[in-house]
C-alpha cells in the first residue's frame, strides 16, 4: 500500500478523496467557506508519493483552516483534462469557488509550508474580500464608477489584492479603456502576477483588443455557411460572436471548428477556447459544459 494515497482512512480528517461525481461539491462549493488544496496524483507517480504525505500533515496540522482534496488521474481524467493537468504531481488552491493559486512537481518542506501558510492566509482578511464581493454587484449592477472607486480604496488598504485590481481593470473594460486595463494588470505586483483573477484578466483583455477589429456577425455567419471548411471564417466569427456578448454561441462556433480540424493552424482553435474559458469564473456553466465537450473531443 502507498501510504497516504490509497485510502482515506490514512488522510486525516481534513483530507479527501475526490471524484469527477462530488468535485463540484467537494472543491468548488466547499472552497466558498474555506480554501481548498487539490492534489492531482496517481498511483504511479514517484514524487506524488513524496509530496502527497507532507502536504497532507501539513494541511492537517492547520486544523480545518484549509482542507485537501486528493484526485486520482487515471480515475478521473475528465476533470484532470479540464483543469489542464500536463504532469503530476499538480496542485490547485481553490477559493471561492476559482483557482488561484498552484504549482506543478514535488516541493520541499518549507516550500510546501509556506504554500498552504498563504492559502490559510487567503481566509483570514474577510473584511476586505467582502468589500471586493460589494464592488463585484456594484459592477453586475452597472454601477461601473462606484465599483471603481470602491475597487481603488480596496487596493489602498492592500495593494496586493488581486481580485481588486481584477475588478478596477474590469471597470477600465467597461468604459472601453483597454490600455488603461492593460497597463493596471500589467503593473500587478510578481507575487500575485499569476493569481487566476489576474489570468483571467489577461485573458479578458486579449479578448476586448480582438473585439475592436471583429466583423459582422451576420456576414462571417453566411460566409462559414456558404464554405464550412474555411477554419479562419469559423475563427473570426467566434471572435464576433464574443464582441458581441454571443459567448455561448462563440464557443459552440469553436468546439465545431475543433472538431472538424483541431490541428489548424497550430491549434488556434483550442487557444481561443482556452481563452475564452479563462476569462470566465471556472463555475460558470459556459465553461463547464464547454470543457466537458472539449474533454469528450480530446479524449474520444
Known amino acids: 500500500m502507498d501510504l497516504g494515497q490509497s485510502t482515506g482512512a490514512a488522510h486525516g480528517a481534513y483530507v479527501k478523496d475526490v471524484s469527477?461525481?462530488?468535485?463540484?461539491?467537494?472543491?468548488?462549493?466547499?472552497s466558498q467557506e474555506t480554501p481548498v488544496i487539490v492534489d492531482f496524483w496517481a498511483p504511479w507517480c514517484g514524487p506524488c508519493k513524496q509530496l502527497g504525505p507532507a502536504l497532507e500533515a501539513e494541511v492537517n496540522a492547520a486544523g480545518g483552516a484549509v482542507k485537501m482534496a486528493k484526485v486520482n488521474v487515471d480515475e478521473n481524467q475528465m476533470i484532470a483534462g479540464q483543469m489542464r493537468v500536463q504532469s503530476i504531481p499538480t496542485v490547485y488552491a481553490f477559493f471561492k469557488g476559482q483557482p488561484v493559486d498552484g504549482f506543478q512537481g514535488a516541493l520541499p518542506p518549507s516550500q510546501i509550508k509556506e504554500f498552504v501558510a498563504k492559502v490559510v492566509a487567503l481566509n483570514v482578511d474577510e473584511s476586505l474580500s467582502d468589500a471586493v464581493a460589494a464592488a463585484d454587484e456594484m459592477f453586475d449592477a452597472g454601477e461601473i464608477e462606484d465599483a471603481a472607486q470602491t475597487y481603488a480604496a480596496i487596493l489602498e488598504e492592500d495593494d496586493k489584492l488581486a481580485g481588486a485590481y481584477a475588478g478596477l481593470?474590469?471597470?477600465?473594460?467597461?468604459?472601453?479603456?483597454?490600455e488603461e486595463a492593460e497597463a493596471l494588470i500589467n503593473g500587478v505586483a510578481a507575487e500575485i502576477?499569476?493569481?487566476?483573477?489576474?489570468?483571467?484578466?489577461?485573458?479578458q483583455i486579449a479578448l476586448a483588443k480582438e473585439a475592436e477589429n471583429a466583423g459582422p456577425v451576420a456576414e462571417l455567419a453566411a460566409k462559414v455557411e456558404a464554405d464550412p471548411t474555411d477554419m479562419q471564417a469559423r475563427?473570426?466569427?467566434?471572435?464576433?460572436?464574443?464582441?458581441?456578448?454571443?459567448?455561448?454561441?462563440?464557443v459552440e462556433t469553436l468546439l465545431a471548428a475543433f472538431r472538424q480540424d483541431r490541428d489548424w493552424n497550430d491549434g488556434a482553435i483550442k487557444e481561443q477556447l482556452f481563452k475564452i474559458f479563462d476569462s470566465l469564473k471556472p463555475n460558470d456553466p459556459i465553461v463547464l459544459t464547454g470543457r466537458r465537450k472539449l474533454s469528450s473531443m480530446l479524449f474520444a
Open 169 to 178: 481593470a474590469k471597470c477600465h473594460l467597461a468604459k472601453g479603456e483597454v
Open 20 to 30: 469527477e461525481a462530488d468535485f463540484m461539491a467537494e472543491v468548488i462549493e466547499a
Open 193 to 203: 502576477s499569476s493569481d487566476a483573477a489576474i489570468e483571467a484578466m489577461h485573458a
Open 235 to 250: 475563427l473570426d466569427l467566434a471572435v464576433a460572436q464574443h464582441a458581441d456578448g454571443q459567448i455561448e454561441a462563440a
